[in-house]
């Protein structure tokens, strides 16, 4: 998480990437703000690393955690998976080697989607830069869409809107994947907090959002579909252990 990682990077470190006070250029919007968030990491640490850092680190005990979870929920291994804000390959990396089926990639920072794209070595895969919000893909192809610490960086609107589009990808009974972060769980309202401190600092690095659960009941209701799970981020869901965000599905009707 990004908070947990930029407080494990040290105060000395913060301030040479600019995100103490003092910062004199804020990126502006998504996609810029999630660049400069990167190319800062990149200036103070080697390439791989900073791809590694940047969206999250614990690469191969996350990437684990996140595959576990979209086989639990019903992700055919010969089917198609539309992998939202996939980052620089955490999840892509495992995958490749047991999915057979066709994945699509997106990601608004041309280096994360680089390296995912050569980590994941599939050449039978799509990894594509996205701009805003944008699933390029047809209508009813997709059997799962997930989106892996997504939405805990993205305005209300902004999540509602790829949730619509993620329904308008996935086949009938087709399911959404996504974790969220949300205020009556101890270790994300820690992250609150420590957001709380980092928004003083003027920090440059993507937003932290939390999500409740009633709003999550209203979005179902809004998108016409079924929630068929919503877990505590400290639920072991699988034998790999516990993800440490919270986790809802929904379902899109037959
Ligand atoms: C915390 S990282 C998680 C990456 C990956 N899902 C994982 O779990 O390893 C969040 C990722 O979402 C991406 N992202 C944020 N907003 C996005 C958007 N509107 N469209 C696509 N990707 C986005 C960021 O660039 C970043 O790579």
Not at 119 to 124: F, G, L, Q, T, V
Not at 194 to 201: G, M
Request: net charge negative.
């Amino acid at each position: 998480m990004l908070t947990t990682q930029l407080r494990r990077l040290g105060r000395s470190l913060l301030t040479r990437m600019g995100v103490a006070a003092g910062a004199k250029v804020r990126p502006q919007g998504l996609k810029a703000v999630n660049i400069a968030f990167v190319d800062l990491l990149k200036g103070v640490m080697p390439h791989n690393e900073a791809m590694e850092i940047a969206i999250g680190g614990n690469f191969a005990e996350i990437g684990a955690l996140e595959l576990a979870l979209v086989r639990h929920y019903g992700l055919p291994r010969d089917g198609r998976l539309i992998d939202v804000g996939c980052g620089s390959g955490r999840l892509a990396k495992p995958l490749s080697e047991w999915m057979t089926g066709s994945y699509l990639g997106l990601d608004l920072v041309p280096d994360l989607i680089a390296h995912a794209k050569s980590i994941a070595a599939r050449p039978d895969w799509r990894f594509e830069v996205v701009d805003h919000i944008n699933i390029p893909d047809l209508d009813g192809v997709a059997d799962m869409v997930c989106f892996y610490s997504v939405l805990t960086h993205l305005q209300h609107e902004q999540s509602y809107w790829y949730l619509e589009e993620a329904r308008r990808v996935l086949k009938p009974g087709g399911r959404i994947v996504f974790s969220f972060l949300e205020l009556c769980q101890p270790v994300h309202l820690q992250i609150f907090r420590d957001t709380v401190e980092l928004a003083k600092q003027g920090a440059v690095a993507p937003m932290n959002t939390f999500i409740d659960r009633g709003t999550i009941e209203v979005w179902a209701d809004e998108l016409g579909m079924e929630i068929l799970d919503l877990r505590g981020g400290s639920d072991a869901i699988t034998a790999e252990g516990a993800l440490g965000q919270s986790i809802c599905v929904l379902g899109k009707p037959h």
